[in-house]
């Protein structure tokens, strides 16, 4: 299986502010990433495919880079909405997630 | 407008069986794989399943195989999942989710219904 890693855990940030998460992968994926945000007691949102392709009606204060191993989840100006938790996922092979990055009010 | 909406979730006791549904509705069933995801309390996502558009394709995590049985009705326009010899490791909430693959499957996923929780306990 292909391991997917995220950092930080959990990520204390102010409205306005710019932010970063990271996935690394096991191997190299190329580009086969997705990204979701997951709000408590919700399903996913899909958000951001092939690593850097925002979905149709995703704001974009969202955008992912990288290839290979290392990837990033960058929001430009947090907004209240975007309180949530964000999960990376490889499809290089049968699918799998990171931990999951807590993205919470300072 | 894309709708999943799964059933058949519950408490069961170790080592019975439940089956899953997941009902769609605001696409073209048929054209499309289907998925299941579960997220055990407090913990991140984990593949399940997944069947191809026309049933032709089923694979699963080497986790997975041997108790879990995905299946499709695409006159219904419904997804299963059966599962049997259930553990309380298999506690979770249990998404379908659609792969935005037309006849053909990306594994990732697009849609996802609300979940349904099921819960084994003695």
């Known amino acids: 299986d292909i391991q997917m890693t995220q950092s930080p855990s959990t990520l204390s940030a102010s409205i306005g502010d710019r932010v970063t998460i990271t996935c690394r992968a096991s191997?190299?994926?190329?580009?086969?990433l997705a990204w979701y945000q997951q709000k408590p007691g919700k399903a996913p949102k899909f958000l951001i495919y092939k690593a850097s392709t925002l979905e149709s009606g995703v704001p974009s204060r969202f955008s992912g880079s990288g290839s290979g191993s290392e990837f990033t989840l960058t929001i430009s100006s947090l907004q209240p909405d975007d309180f949530a938790t964000y999960y990376c996922?490889?499809?290089?092979?049968?699918?799998?997630f990171g931990r999951g990055t807590k993205l919470e009010l300072k | 407008q894309v709708q999943l909406v799964e059933s058949g979730g519950g408490v069961v006791q170790p080592g019975k069986s439940l089956r899953l549904s997941c009902d769609a509705s605001g696409f073209v069933f048929g054209d499309y794989g289907m998925h299941w995801v579960r997220q055990a309390p407090g913990k991140g996502l984990e593949w399940v399943a997944i069947i191809w558009h026309d049933g032709s394709k089923i694979y699963y995590p080497d986790s997975m195989k041997g108790r879990f049985t995905v299946s499709r009705d695409n006159s219904k326009n419904t997804l299963y999942l059966q599962m049997i010899s259930l553990t309380v490791e298999d506690t979770a909430v249990y998404f379908c989710a659609r792969d935005p693959g037309h006849f053909g499957s990306w594994y990732y996923f697009d849609y996802w219904g609300q979940g349904t929780q099921v819960t084994v306990s003695s």
């Open positions: 191997q190299s994926i190329s580009n086969w």
């Open positions: 996922q490889q499809y290089k092979k049968y699918p799998t």
